[in-house]
T-cell receptor, first 113, second 113 residues
């Protein structure tokens, strides 16, 4: 058990809908990262938050947004969903801001039908 | 975008044999990390090697880094069926700003009992 909690584990929704994925980092970790994993694109970095502030941004679509709350949990909001958004979404956390040793959650499998 | 590229994409060996996976990357790095992912699960950090290190060991794992060739290898000795998983290299580039950890597409290792 990595100590990183992601909910829900599975999500099935329709095109055009909006969903929210939730992540609780390991106790004491200040950084939260979101990654998207698909068969064709591999593991793609989306965004990082450190202590409530956006720290780094990757290949995150404008339809997607994220935030980190004062209690350090994070949410990833995906809107106007398309079939191609179907993927495994991972949250990871680390103690500091500089990407040393990430601890991954077990992921949210998103299926857009 | 992918920074690291693992080779081979898939590897099948008998239990007790050694497994070697390679990773090549494009830009100068701060550190290189290897992660394991069991089917459909979150990634688990295995080992981190810094740019000024050439070799590192952890149990049955041996990682080498050749910065002149921009490549790394992961050796798993005396493999077990439980080592069956996908293995990813991840790199953090040298940059004045905050750079994310970028993952390759992974090597799928199958260890046959």
């Amino acid at each position: 058990d990595s100590g990183v909690t992601q909910t829900p584990k599975h999500l099935i929704t329709a095109t055009g809908q909006r969903v929210t994925l939730r992540c609780s980092p390991r106790s004491g970790d200040l950084s939260v990262y979101w990654y998207q994993q698909s068969l064709d694109q591999g593991l793609q970095f989306l965004i990082q938050y450190y202590n409530g502030e956006e720290r780094a941004k990757g290949n995150i679509l404008e339809r997607f947004s994220a935030q980190q709350f004062p209690d350090l949990h994070s949410e990833l909001n995906l809107s106007s969903l398309e079939l191609g958004d179907s993927a495994l979404y991972f949250c990871a956390s680390s103690a500091g801001a500089t990407n040393e040793k990430l601890f991954f959650g077990s992921g949210t499998q998103l299926s857009v039908l | 975008s992918q920074q690291g590229e693992e080779d081979p994409q898939a590897l099948s060996i008998q239990e007790g044999e050694n497994a070697t996976m390679n990773c090549s990357y494009k830009t100068s790095i701060n550190n290189l990390q290897w992660y394991r992912q069991n089917s459909g699960r979150g990634l688990v950090h295995l080992i981190l090697i810094r740019s000024n290190e050439r070799e590192k060991h952890s149990g049955r794992l041996r990682v080498t880094l050749d910065t002149s060739k921009k490549s790394s290898s992961l050796l798993i000795t005396a493999s077990r069926a439980a080592d069956t998983a996908s293995y990813f290299c991840a790199t953090r580039s040298w940059n004045s700003g905050n750079t994310p950890l970028v993952f390759g597409k992974g090597t799928r290792l199958s260890v046959i009992a």
